[in-house]
């Protein structure tokens, strides 16, 4: 993951598969539920990194926490 200033802070050069390029991307931190079942759901909470190409719409997701 390249890193460089960016338009605003949320903005970062990344490589996108689609555009086959580096282009800027959104990137965000979100809390994600893992289980579809509501009785564990507080417990299956994880946080998952955003990415989304401001060029094609392409959004890639990937878990932060793999323990």
Do not use: W
């Not at 580096?22 to 994600?32: A, D, G, P, Y």
């Not at 564990?40 to 890639?60: D, I, K, M, Q, W």
């Amino acid at each position: 993951m390249a890193t460089q200033p960016s338009s605003s802070p949320g903005d970062i050069r990344e490589r996108c598969t689609s555009c086959d390029a580096e282009t800027l991307h959104e990137v965000q931190v979100e809390i994600r539920t893992e289980s579809s079942k509501e009785e564990n759901a507080e417990f299956s909470r994880e946080p998952y990194r955003v990415s989304t190409c401001l060029s094609c719409g392409r959004e890639s997701v990937q878990r932060m926490n793999n323990a």
